[in-house]
T-cell receptor, first 113, second 114 residues
Framework: AQSVTQPDIHITVSEGASLELRCNYS??????LFWYVQSPGQGLQLLLK??????LVQGIKGFEAEFKRSQSSFNLRKPSVHWSDAAEYFC???????????FGTGTRLQVFP | DAGVIQSPRHEVTEMGQEVTLRCKPI?????LFWYRQTMMRGLELLIY????????DSGMPEDRFSAKMPNASFSTLKIQPSEPRDSAVYFC????????????FGSGTRLTVV
């Protein structure tokens, strides 16, 4: 069965510092992978997605993620965090034979000035 | 495109009352999903539809919850009777279909049952 693990419940970084949010998945075939961001009081917004091809994908707001099949990971990165990046981040996995996405439990990012 | 539209944004109701949440998916999207988000349980999939047909309702907590999708542009989630433990944010999302498209989420309905 598909599953997604986000090991970090809460991360705190200083503004301007680099960021990496971890995501590990379990799926037998090549997964479709997504990162969503949820700002307070808002719905989830798609940051980026990976289907196939180049394992480094670029997203909105300066985020990128790298698919590493050998590690079953799809970590989200940003070189320099802005205070407006404070939000909750969700990793999700899907597949070609289903409409369902499996979401991780989320990582809450706090940014200090 | 106006995105996924949910109404109302906020709902406060008394225990025992019927509550109806509404969702208009993105035109052309053929899959629709209802989620519930709480601090304790996180994001839970309640039910999803494909081409207006319910495909998986295993996440619906109990018989007090029901969902319908009478046409491609409208869906409702009804709770009758409502209980305080139903207090949560309810999200609707739609997708063009297939696991590779991802979802577009609405802004959610914050339900408070007192």
């Amino acid at each position: 069965a598909q599953s997604v693990t986000q090991p970090d419940i809460h991360i705190t970084v200083s503004e301007g510092a680099s960021l990496e949010l971890r995501c590990n998945y379990s799926y037998g075939a090549t997964p479709y992978l997504f990162w969503y961001v949820q700002s307070p009081g808002q719905g989830l917004q798609l940051l980026l997605k990976y289907f196939s091809g180049d394992t480094l994908v670029q997203g909105i707001k300066g985020f990128e993620a790298e698919f590493k099949r050998s590690q079953s990971s799809f970590n989200l990165r940003k070189p320099s965090v802005h205070w407006s990046d404070a939000a909750e981040y969700f990793c999700a996995v899907g597949a070609s034979n289903t409409d369902k996405l499996i979401f991780g439990t989320g990582t809450r990012l706090q940014v200090f000035p | 495109d106006a995105g996924v539209i949910q109404s109302p944004r906020h709902e406060v109701t008394e225990m025992g009352q019927e509550v109806t949440l509404r969702c208009k998916p993105i035109s052309g999207h053929n899959s629709l999903f209802w989620y519930r988000q709480t601090m304790m349980r996180g994001l839970e999939l309640l039910i999803y539809f494909n081409n207006n047909v319910p495909i998986d309702d295993s996440g619906m907590p109990e018989d007090r919850f029901s969902a319908k999708m009478p046409n491609a542009s409208f869906s409702t989630l009804k709770i009758q009777p409502s209980e305080p433990r139903d207090s949560a944010v309810y999200f609707c999302a739609s997708s063009a279909g297939g696991g590779n498209y991802g979802y577009t989420f609405g802004s959610g309905t914050r339900l408070t049952v007192v």
